[in-house]
């Protein structure tokens, strides 16, 4: 029987739970994209998105998901051929390297066992052994959607600069964004990836490539064929805050409102807020008796947390059992770990007491599935919750 | 510092959390009230509003808040100078008394601890001794909002019947209909008194008079000065759908689509939900060392829950801080009980993940307030509710 | 056929087309009214709502109709048997003085033809000749919606100043307020009656008394039987922003958001916006051949037109083509000229465009009709418009 | 001085109004992508829009503007160096062109006048002259929204069949799906690329690809580099509701209402109403002495009117001026009729009255523009529309 009264508990790692203030601003009639009331908004929604990358170089906004942004940031830098270093750190890096395939880019592709990060100090090393800088790119996955593991950018920037490598580096920061510290220009990534879905708080539609000098430079000089995704055209209409081809009008209305919202908040905070809900969540699942799939602390993800079920236990029908009797919604294990993990999602609009009732769904759902000893997890968190108020 | 992230966790026992369903039905353009659009919507909403109440007679819509449901009910049925006998189970049921005395009706008013229901066989002895019949009308809460007791409203009728007695039985529903089992013409209450902002999960605005035949007679003998309130104006102007004054258009909207969700749900079943939402809640608060302020458990409420704080805590204090820092609004003591009972609301658009929130968030916000052994209440919820899931 | 795509045309009277951001302001959560957020949005409606009624006094808001605004002006400051001077110079004026009856108050009602408003030389000569002060209170409708005729209520002001008379100044701005200039402190008004559903363009559900000093103190010595209406419960739970019952929360999100749009474009700026869609509705009416309602251009309105069908013609049955053909709701006739007129609706959220096609709406279903003549009437309305916009 | 009150008129071809139904449609929680919710709204909505399309073959949705739809069509099914034969119908044909010429496809332009749509006895000819079949797709616009004249896309296709020749049939709907009469299967069309924002009444943000078996054999064989837009992957998951990236969840919800309304109208009274439309408007344009753009009136368009302004006039100057006096947007003229046309969208969610103002919105524009005889426009497209109701 599913219970269908109250709020629907949305609790995958994103889409996330869009405001109601989010939700009202789209909520409004669609306006001439060719108009001066439009112009303002678009010149205001791509200033103010530089601030969410920490960035002063120009940030694209696609009308697409976040996978058109993936290859937008390829086809614009890389031509055919191009030798590009990727990692396997979980079913969105390997995604990303499918999609690359795909454009018969050559991609060297570090494997991984989808339970850490990129390992910076094998950048390094990959990158000095390419003394012909054969390699044109190497791309990460900041927060890896998939197992709630986040890589550290900042460390994998240090590896490619001690290996004194030129080339380019990409970062889908897609469900980071807005939830986890990120830095585009300080870090000197050249294309971040994003999407609105996640910390954004917005429903799905838009996509985001932040670039660098460097990787406009190197766009004009690709040879891959695209229209859709050209930074050029982009780039000259968006001056007169106009776009080269229909925007999602409405989704910019909510894009300016979300962004108000995050910095009424204050970035800081927002990351803050992320990483307690992250250690509240891990408190819990340690106290079920369960493990995290993400294996090193210095790697733990504010905005997920991807749970190992125990052996002999299916992780899909315990999210079924969790949908029909808590109307919940958890992340599904994908690729390598699926029916081995559900994840929690804890980004974007959320707070400390949904936080609760989550893991409170989580908690009864484990025991309902035969898992008698998951108790004690709701506690722990409330515990953890609790401490960081009084702090 | 208050957090506001996420939903604001609405658990006052009403006004009450508004379905998104109903919301977008209200944001609908006004349609002209005298119009054939809106004669199909009056007639369809009158006719509807009948299977809540559980009637087959006449409810009237006011454009009004309860109080002004209170105040039809009495101005309608009664004159200067009638004696009506009402029992102070709460402060709803003092300030109705207080609002009838201001219309000249001559009140004798029970006397009560705020912990107990109207007793039947009080009513039946009082009305025994009234040979002469000179008590008009008999009122009682169902649910009395300020203090989670509920007075078994079927045993009042029987005392009454019992009794002999020809009073008229007049009933606030306000925050029991739509939450806890109720039945106006199968318990022959004449005026049902009822509101959209509680169980119906409308925002505030509409109230209701559920009439009986007898309430009907009566309202064409009293002596009372009314306008608004008339009943006769109503009825006749209902009969084609309309109303006689311009109506509350888009509550009426709202009105419709939760009376199908509350169908869509099943009325039993949501009487089961609130009942094992209220179980839950006193589970938790016996945890926490804490009492319910309703003393008789065959009154205890399925909609909301009265907790008396320890002595030396003040009850408003705790609420200011579970506010500010867990963005949670719970009830405040009213009247007799100001500073000393906190209410939890678990009435309307609800669930089990939203209940465990709630309770979470009580529990954070009790040992924050210096009751360190607030522990185990949301086990013992969740204890509960997952046994119920399994039955 | 009905046609059915696109916007309704709601040109009725009211209650008016409400603008997208009013709805969306309304269309958010529900807050706890007795919370510090409540608490604010309550002073600051209250406070916006005096610079619209023009006063410096307090202004009450009811969550009722108009019709309730009525009773309570009347109740809160007369006794039973208290003589009052109403005109009757449309169907809403003679309600309000049938409602008037119904409170036993001694109602000197005098005629009217419905197309002049009241006569200031018949206010002061009844006056003069009231040697005794019997009469407690003048009644006028500023905007009578039934007529589309306008009292000067300043030279009524003007009457009763230079009569010497002490009654007391009511008056109905229901279908006037943000429409059609008016200063409750100026015009020393002791009683204004507002709705939300006209010029404030809102739905139906909140009605106004603005009151002044002299109002207020007539309430305390007056010996109605009140509880709902009264405004010193009103008036004092006001002062820290709350209300002594629940209030229409959402509808005051609207309120504030529909203050600011007035402002926004500046409340001279909105009478004026009237004026001249007035004035280009009745150079429509007469380039058809019909009659304008309204007899004295002193009178005319600039929130509605009331247009006389010519003999033989069925004003409800035009009404009806004019809906089923043309999707545009249309006044109706009521009381005394009920099936002789129809009224256009000109007020609230509304523009040059939207009148045109309300205009050629009624132009093309003249025609259809049978009224083979009625031509111009919509280029004339341009004509005007046009002319308006050189200026 | 801008005037902003009542609805602002967004009378350019596309995006178009949206209907409240479908806004709050929209204005709905996001669900889980991958739930059983979604899968049932997924299969709900690909069904539906096969009837749109007249078609019993797939239909693709793509999360992006109808300029990705325009590159997933090509990208699909051509390889770099194949030969394309399209037609400078207008702007968008001519862009589409560019677009195509940017994938290294051989386009054969023929050029145009822009007042014409593709001439099918010049297909044939072009295509028998074509004996090796090294054509390999013909394109065309249906509905030329630079210019309002429409391609006959059935007697294209009979051109076609009559040279007997198998080049894939590529056809634009964007701004003729859902409004002027189109059938993908009928018609043989083997890519039929369709977006939300015109027709089908939603904001931009989804693009569709109709595909017919022949253009799925293609799909299979052809050498572009593409992920996005790839059909396999599409039509894969899709079997099961769902989507291989993340769906724009909020606009399904939309399309989903948005084809409701369409069929409750009727597909063939909505065609009925547009062509109704088209013609009432160039009867205005007529009366006030100008010139339709289209030449031919098989080409008529029903969704929208390009006009072209007398020498001397800019037509630019005159929509500002009509934007900021009557707060209506017009489309401007594009490319080759820049700053000579101007463009009134009739399309989507419309009806007569609002026709009316805009037609009465231009006709003051004009004259406020120093057109001094632009008169009778108005009146002229009233006659027509007046007289087809009597029909």
Known sequence: MTIRTGRHFLQIPGPTNVPDRVMRAIDMPVIDHRGPEFAALGKEVLAALKSIFKTEKPVIIFPASGTGAWEAA????????????????GQFAAQWSSLAERHRLDIELV????????????????????????????????NETSTGVVTRIKAVRDAIDAA???????????SSLGSIDYRHDEW????????SQKGLMLPPGLSFNAISDKALAASGRN????????WDDMLKTNESGFFPYTPATN??????ESITMLHEEGLENVFARHARHGEATRRAVRAWG???LAANPEEFSG???AVLMPDGHDADAFRKLVLERFDMSLGTGLGKVAGKVFRIGHLGHFNDLTLAGTLSGVEMGLRLTGLHNARGGVDAALDYLAEAQVG
Do not use: Q
């Open 74 to 89: 390829l086809v614009n830098t890389l031509s055919p051929g191009d030798k590009v270093l990727m990692f396997e750190t």
């Open 303 to 305: 905005a997920l947390t």
């Open 188 to 195: 000197k990534v050249d294309v971040s990836v994003g999407g």
């Open 290 to 292: 369960l493990e995290v």
């Open 164 to 174: 004194g490598h030129p080339a380019l580096f990409m970062v889908d920061t897609i």
């Open 251 to 256: 989704l910019l209305y909510g894009l300016k």
């Open 223 to 230: 040879t891959m064929l695209l229209s859709y995704w050209r």
């Open 111 to 142: 494997p991984g066992d989808w339970r850490h990060g990129v390992e910076p100090t094998v950048v390094e090393e990959r990158l000095r052994a390419d003394a012909n800088h054969e390699i044109k790119a190497v791309c990460a996955v900041h």
